[in-house]
């Protein structure tokens, strides 16, 4: 699919480095759209941005067509020198830039889910994905790094868009923008530290929100119930006790199904609908 090219800026993150910034109103998906730029040649640090996007798969959003979703959606191409082997943690990290750039714009506090989902309230407000092409089983043609994050009046008063654009007149930016500068700032830290993450990883240890969550696995051809003890930083393996006090460690999100209290008391108010 071909766009007509959006406009183009330059912004200069917190390691010193400059990034290209392709900015739409809207999009179908940035994803799809870096992607075909990664494929045509774009450089390192090239971004395509959106405020408005038809779907996320980030989100799990579910629109029928023309429908829009307002926020930050932003793909990310890069060029990385390091081993596939060293990209493991890449999307814990992402999150943890995600969520700092939310709370770095509201007096909410969010948290992370596991793996790279950000959590509000119970609900999934944003989140990250990681996909990349092989030139060969040791380094990488492109990566894509791609965010989604939710903007609505429960995390930013419409007030602080007034403020912001009193503030910075000249540019008159977007809230949209804004918080997607301050997640390249971040990110772009995390992303230096890919070698050695420990302190990043202490962060997202920190701001995981699953600890003593129930939930529902499959092992042995049967399902089970358990609750969630750890998470390790080293290769954000989730942790499992089953009810004997075995523990369990799960490398993949479609093993489990995490129980939220929102789906418990969802599924009782259909029922009480249909009494």
């Known amino acids: 699919m071909i766009y007509d090219p959006g406009e183009l800026t330059t912004y200069r993150t917190s390691d010193g480095n400059a990034v290209k910034i392709e ?11 870096a992607k075909e730029y990664a494929l045509a040649g774009k450089p390192d640090r090239y971004v395509v941005f959106a405020e408005k996007q038809q779907a996320s798969n980030i989100l799990g959003s579910k629109f029928s067509d023309g429908e829009l979703e307002s926020g930050v959606f932003m793909s990310i191409i890069l060029r990385p020198s390091f081993f596939p082997s060293q990209a493991g943690l890449l999307g814990p990290l992402a999150a943890t830039a995600l969520v700092g750039a939310f709370e770095e714009h509201t007096t909410k506090t969010a948290g992370i889910g596991w793996v790279s989902s950000i959590i509000y309230e ?3 407000i944003g989140g990250v994905s990681i996909e990349g092409k ?17 903007l609505d009046s429960r ?16 540019e008159n930016p977007s809230v949209s923008m804004l918080v997607a500068r301050t997640i390249l700032n971040k990110f772009f830290k ?16 920190q701001k995981f929100c699953y600890y003593g969550k129930k939930v529902r696995y499959f ?7 358990g609750k969630i003890v750890d998470v390790d930083k080293k290769n954000c393996v989730l942790h499992i006790a089953d009810k004997k006090g075995n523990t369990l460690a799960v490398t993949s999100p479609s093993g489990i199904i995490i129980q939220q209290k929102s789906d418990f008391l969802s599924l009782l108010k259909d029922k009480l609908t249909k009494i």
Not at 190 to 205: A, E, L, R
Request: charged content about 30%; glycine content about 2%; hydrophobic content about 30%.
């Open 23 to 33: 900015y739409y109103r809207e999009l179908p998906s940035t994803v799809e759209l």
């Open 122 to 124: 119970g609900k999934k």
């Open 134 to 150: 092989l030139n060969d089983y040791s380094s990488y043609e492109y990566m894509i790094v791609s965010f989604a994050l939710k």
């Open 155 to 170: 995390f930013f008063s419409p007030r602080l868009t007034d403020i912001i654009r009193k503030v910075f007149d000249d």
């Open 190 to 205: 995390v992303y230096m530290d890919i070698k050695n993450p420990s302190k990043h990883m202490d962060y997202y240890k």
């Open 219 to 225: 092992a042995d051809g049967k399902r089970h119930t």
